[in-house]
C-alpha cells in the first residue's frame, strides 16, 4: 500500500497568515491526490483535486502544487472559517490511503 | 438532491458481527462506484472498501480483508458493509461515499454510522 505522510501534524496560526500543509507519498501517484478540509462532526470536504484543481464553490486562497511524491496544500490568507483539520489522500491506487492529517488551531 | 443515509451501526462485543446499510437516493444508484470510509474516535480517516456500479469488482484495506464485504443492491439503491470478527480497533464512525465515476474518489459523503466493540 502507498504510504501518505503528512506534515507538520498540527500548526498554531493567525487570521490572516499564510499556511502550507505538505504530503509526501512513499512511491510516485502522478497527480492522484486530492484535499479534504474536515470540521467536528462533519463529512470531509473536498477541496483540491488532481493535486491542483480547485473543487467547485470552494475559495480561490486554497490551492495546491505537486506531482509525483511530493505535494503541497496552501492557504493563502487564513480566515476564521478555515481552522479544521486537512487531509490528502492518493487514488493512484488500491488501497486508497490518506495522510495522518494537519490540525490547524489558532494561535 | 443527493443523499446517502448510513444505519446499522451499535455496539457489538469483540469477535461479533454487524452489518451497515446505506440508502442513496437522488441519483441513478446503479451507475457509480460506492465507498466506504471510517474514522476512529479522535484520529483520521481510513479508505476500507469500494464496490463497482455492477458489484463485479471490489477492493479492500488489509486492515478489514477477509472480515468485511462491500456488496450492493441495485435495485433497492442501498449498499452494504457486512462485518464480522470485529475487534476493538474496528471502533468508529463508518460513512459510505459516491464515486463519481471522474476526477476524484468521492464527490457526495453520508453522514455516518457508529460503531462500537467493546466487551
Known amino acids: 500500500a502507498i504510504r501518505m505522510t503528512q506534515s507538520p501534524s498540527s500548526l498554531s496560526a493567525s487570521t490572516g497568515d499564510r499556511v502550507t500543509i505538505t504530503c509526501r507519498a512513499s512511491?510516485?501517484?502522478?497527480?492522484?491526490l486530492v484535499w479534504y478540509q474536515q470540521k467536528p462532526g462533519k463529512a470531509p470536504k473536498l477541496l483540491i483535486y488532481?493535486?491542483?484543481t480547485l473543487q467547485s464553490g470552494v475559495p480561490s486562497r486554497f490551492s495546491g502544487s505537486g506531482s509525483g511524491t511530493d505535494f503541497t496544500l496552501t492557504i493563502s490568507c487564513l480566515q476564521s472559517e478555515d481552522f479544521a483539520t486537512y487531509y490528502c489522500q492518493q487514488y493512484y491506487s488500491y488501497p486508497l490511503t490518506f495522510g495522518g492529517g494537519t490540525k490547524v488551531e489558532i494561535k | 438532491q443527493v443523499q446517502l443515509v448510513e444505519s446499522g451501526g451499535g455496539v457489538v462485543q469483540p469477535g461479533g458481527s454487524l452489518r451497515l446499510s446505506c440508502a442513496a437516493s437522488g441519483f441513478t444508484f446503479s451507475s457509480y462506484g460506492m465507498h466506504w470510509v471510517r474514522q476512529a474516535p479522535g484520529k483520521g480517516l481510513e479508505w476500507v472498501a469500494f464496490?463497482?456500479?455492477?458489484?463485479?469488482?471490489?477492493h479492500y484495506a488489509d486492515s478489514v480483508k477477509g472480515r468485511f464485504t462491500i456488496s450492493r443492491d441495485n435495485s433497492k439503491n442501498t449498499l452494504y458493509l457486512q462485518m464480522n470478527s470485529l475487534r476493538v480497533e474496528d471502533t468508529a464512525m463508518y460513512y459510505c461515499a459516491k464515486d463519481p465515476n471522474g476526477d476524484y474518489p468521492f464527490d457526495y459523503w453520508g453522514q455516518g454510522t457508529l460503531v462500537t466493540v467493546s466487551s
Open positions: 464496490i463497482r456500479y455492477d458489484g463485479s469488482n471490489e
Open positions: 512511491q510516485g501517484i502522478s497527480s492522484y
Open positions: 488532481a493535486a491542483s
